[in-house]
């Protein structure tokens, strides 16, 4: 029993000994504080080169849209399949040197009905889980949190409606800045932090011109319109770091205003606002030190 | 059908002679406004063509140094989607291929107006000044061929280089709408005795129904385009939020225009691909009324079903599913077109001649777009699918393949009606099989790459979507090789010294224009052909 007990308090201590060495690695602002938003780094949803499908689903919205996906493009493979296969058998057994007298027909009324009707029901088939999927994906009632993203030229800024006062803009980190483990062109150097098993509401606008907001692997995208807010959600369900990018054009840097959130437990998201509070001024990043570019003066002049 | 046509009135008005400039720029003849047309569309598929090598050569690698600015980018982008539409796929079937061959088709002498005729050509020459100054003036016009505001307006596209666009769009427009009522005086009034609406050949039909379509669509493009100028230059705000304006209306009138845009691109296309397919299989085609009133539904629903590309913008959830049953409905009719096709080449003789290559395909590339375009359809689905690569792979399969492979297909089937010379056979099926390996490699791939998350209209993208992109990039150098044997063939057919008979296809070809000399003399028809 004692031995034991030995054993777990050392391997409690080694534990903590290996926490505080990765916390020292990735300090937060102040190097003092632990990062709370480490728990997101275990897991990166991120795309990989000759990728030919969806990003893993990082959402339920996710898996459903990449449910449908499957659903509608494997119907649309089998008329493709069947078009093709009837083609290469009329190209091959009506050619002139196998068929030299051609037919005249030039009208076959069932068979003109047939092809009006089964491809009608092949519609009806489509559309019944298409229609499910519009109703499901529009129901952003009931959230647990909201936050306002505003797209500026060219960066995102994220306001938490929950938490009065923390309102902040992230950036991509440019290029000739990345460290290792970052993703050249995805990776930013505020993320937007989000808890993981909560119904996130998404209330996106934008300060100057249109703006997409778009998260592949949480199967969200809306634009973000001046004078309009567009809402969708998501339920992140586990840890990890997620990305999206810009997905309308919107000038001189539109690839260069990308989209990364760190989806942590929820007690860590909460520890993450307190050290944001305190880090992050209204609107304003308290280090901007990787702001690829000056500020759109005239944008926020407007706002 | 059967045609009769006196021989004596098909003298050759080889006497016909007249000067450069009068026959030229002042030209009214339907058959000369068709060859500017083409000549039109075949420097506006040069100038589009080479901006797309440059996009895609950028693309290449990722942080590629080609192009460093993405004002620049985005200008390119923008001329090359604007040009390859109106400046290349429009001229080429409808201004072109239209003014040469409805007139002959329907028994008529000419066009119902030749000196309009003229004028729209001329305006669409204008416009495409003013597109590449558009291009090039400034930092050029970035807002993408949508134009959406406020990214277009004076606030974030200070200069004048959008200006220039915009009203290129107004030329463009002018000169469509001028061809649209042309085209409708003609096929209504001035059809042969005996050629009734219902004996007409599918290419007339294909062209009478894009005809209504401009005419209905391009009004609506011109308004929101003036209420853009004026926002620009007046102080206006109709599409202004703080003046009491919204963006989302712009998308509304743009997409009012913009969806049967499509239809107007594509239908020419289907009309030629009728006629190739029945000449090259000596049929006549299945179900002829089927496929006329499939493109009059085409073009009807077409205009109902605008919204489905503002699937992720501001639209209620309703409309959503209104518009994206509308659009699922499209299938319906187009699938009576494709497979009518395939039932007129059923039981045919089929001779695998350069048209018929790019004829079939058309056919299947068409439908490998269109069944992603049922994918695009499902709003739900659209809200990971739209404006990435998988949209750019869609649109491209309808386009690049669809409308440009019914443009080569005719160009291959009419070019010794047009010109009198035969085409090298051996070269037009080196140029069908290299571009048709060079736009699937280069096209084919976006779809993986759509998938994977990545947005369109990027210069620069994350490391990961490389491989694709790089693929894609070697399709786009092969299609751009397989121009070159293209530039052979037409330089073949020019220096060609061999005279080609009436009907040079031979019982699969019925329709009039085989029924006159090749080349098509200057006046058609100096007796009414009857129409029995």
Known sequence: ??????????????????????????????????????????????????????????????????????????IMAGVVGFVAILLGYVLIRFRAGRHPKPSQTTHNTLIEIIWVVVPCIILAIIIIPSIHLIYY???????????????????????????????????????????????????????????VGKKIRFVITSADVLHGFYLPSLGVQKYAIPGTDLTSWTTIEKPGTYFGQCNQICGMDHDAMPIEIKAVPLKDYLAWTKIALANYTDNTVSSPLSSPMPRNQLADATR | MSITVDDHALIDQAHHKQSFVSRWLMSTNHKDIGTLYITMAFIGAC??????????????????????????????ITAHGLIMIFWFVMPALIGGMGNWFVPMMIGAP??????????????????????????FLDSGTGAGWTLYPPLDNAQYSPGVATDFTLFSLHLAGISSLLGAINFIATILNMRAPGMT????????????????LLLLAIPVLAGAVTMLIMDRNFG??????????????????????????????????????????STFSKKPIFGYLGMAYAMVIIGFVGFVVWAHHMFVSAISTDSKIYFEVATLIIAVPTGIKVFSWIATMWGGSIEFKTPMLWAVGFIFLFVIGGATGVVLAN????????????????????????????????????????????????????????????????????HFLGLAGMPRRYPDYADAFAGWNFVSSVGSIISGLSTLVFFYVLYAVFTSKEKLADNYWGEGATTLEWAVPSPAPHHTFEDVPIIR
Not at chain 1, 150 to 169: C, F, I, M, R
Not at chain 2, 48 to 75: C, E, F, K
Not at chain 2, 269 to 276: E, K, L, P, T
């Open chain 2, 110 to 135: 000419d066009m119902a107006f030749p000196r309009l005729n003229n004028m729209s050509f001329w305006f669409l020459a204008a416009g495409f000044v003013f597109v590449l100054l558009g291009l």
């Open chain 1, 137 to 195: 994906e529009a129901n952003a009632s009931d959230p647990y949190m909201t936050v306002t993203v505003t797209g500026h030229q060219w960066y995102w800024e994220y306001k938490y409606n929950a938490v009065p006062g923390l309102d902040y803009s992230s950036y991509m980190i440019p290029d000739d800045q990345i460290k290792p483990g970052e993703i050249r062109r995805l990776s930013v150097d505020h993320p937007l932090v989000l808890p």
């Open chain 1, 1 to 74: 029993m004692k031995r034991k007990d030995g054993l777990a308090m050392k391997l409690a201590m080694l534990a903590l000994a290996t926490a505080l060495v990765v916390h020292g690695h990735c300090a937060f602002a102040q190097g003092a504080a632990p990062d709370p938003t480490a728990a997101a780094n275990g897991y990166v949803d991120a795309p990989h080169n000759w990728q030919m499908w969806f990003p893993a689903a990082g959402s339920p919205m996710q898996a459903r849209i990449d449910w449908l996906m499957k659903y509608v493009l494997w």
């Open chain 2, 236 to 277: 206006t705000s109709f599409f202004e939020p703080s003046g009491g304006g919204d963006p989302v209306l712009f998308q509304h009138l743009f997409w009012f225009f913009g969806h049967p845009e499509v239809y107007i691109m594509i239908l020419p296309a289907f009309g030629i691909i009728s006629h190739v397919v």
């Open chain 2, 379 to 446: 709003a739900g689905l659209d809200q990971e699918l739209h404006n990435d690569y998988f949209l750019v792979a869609h649109f491209h399969y309808v386009l690049s393949m669809g409308a440009a492979f019914a443009i080569f297909a005719g160009f291959y089937f009419w070019i010794g009606k047009m010109s009198g010379h035969p085409y090298p056979e051996f070269w037009g099926k080196v140029h069908f099989w290299t571009f048709f390996v060079g736009v699937n490699l280069t096209f084919f791939p976006q």
């Open chain 2, 47 to 76: 100038f589009g063509g080479v901006l797309s090598m440059i996009m895609r050569q950028q693309l290449m690698y990722p942080h590629n140094d080609i192009i460093t600015n993405g004002n620049t980018w985005n200008a390119i």
């Open chain 2, 197 to 212: 609406m219902h004996k007409m050949p599918l290419f007339c039909w294909a062209i009478l129904v894009t005809a209504f």
